[in-house]
């Protein structure tokens, strides 16, 4: 089945880096991704890695996958209060007809305290 | 630009009206999503449009119509609503089905009284 899991809150101190982590079950994900929430906002995609990769960088933010344990992790080095949101990690899942559906976690809450 | 705009940003509404959601993208997508998502839990998918036509419909209750008049647009239209569909509803778009980034709209939150 598909289900992905997340811890649903972390705190750290502004200047500290964040992990959030994450698994999933669906062996057949071709993509994983995370989005960030703002309290009263969509969804802004942060990043997304592809299956057959390890890591992908982008500024701030660093994304391990780990594929024969199914384990997504996502860091924020410099933590900032503006980075204080819900982050969710989702997998996609290709179902009939070629289209592409999401399955997000539940979400992990991140604060950042001075 | 990967802006996917939504109107209204809120909406109160009674189980008799009747109203609509409007989405709307310039970027050329040609997959377009309605997702729901109810207080502190994930997004849950509603419906997929590609190529304008109705692709995916995730078993959500005929008082949920959705229309796609043109590639650029996707409405949602309500009727005979339960306060149990309160919720934020997100449009989202994708360049294409398949395997492809979503992007998503800031949402609309419907109260239903």
């Known amino acids: 089945g598909e289900d992905v899991e997340q811890s649903l809150f972390l705190s750290v101190r502004e200047g500290d880096s964040s992990v959030i982590n994450c698994t999933y079950t669906?062996?057949?994900?071709?993509?994983l991704y995370w989005y960030k929430q703002e309290p009263g906002a969509g969804l802004q995609l942060l990043t997304y890695?592809?299956?057959?990769?390890d890591m992908k960088q982008d500024q701030r933010l660093t994304v391990l996958l780990n594929k024969k344990d199914k384990h997504l992790s996502l860091r924020i080095a410099d933590t900032q209060t503006g980075d204080s949101a819900i982050y969710f990690c989702?997998?996609?899942?290709?179902?009939?007809?070629?289209?592409?559906?999401?399955?997000f976690g539940a979400g992990t809450r991140l604060a950042v305290h001075p | 630009d990967t802006e996917v705009t939504q109107t209204p940003k809120h909406l109160v509404m009674g189980m008799t009206n009747k109203k609509s959601l409007k989405c709307e993208q310039h970027?050329?997508?040609?997959?377009m999503y309605w997702y729901k998502q109810k207080a502190k839990k994930p997004p849950e998918l509603m419906f997929v449009?590609?190529?304008?036509?109705?692709?995916i419909n995730e078993s959500v209750p005929s008082r949920f119509s959705p229309e796609c008049p043109n590639s650029s647009l996707l409405n949602l239209h309500l009727h005979a609503l339960q306060p149990e569909d309160s919720a934020l509803y997100l449009c989202?778009?994708?360049?294409?089905?398949?395997?492809?980034?979503?992007?998503f709209g800031p949402g609309t939150r419907l109260t239903v009284t």
């Open positions: 890695i592809f299956s057959n990769m």
């Open positions: 449009y590609s190529y304008e036509k109705l692709s």
């Open positions: 669906d062996s057949s994900s071709t993509y």
């Open positions: 970027m050329g997508h040609r997959a």
């Open positions: 989202a778009s994708s360049p294409d089905r398949g395997t492809y980034e979503q992007y």
């Open positions: 989702a997998e996609s899942i290709l179902i009939s007809g070629g289209y592409n559906k999401l399955i």
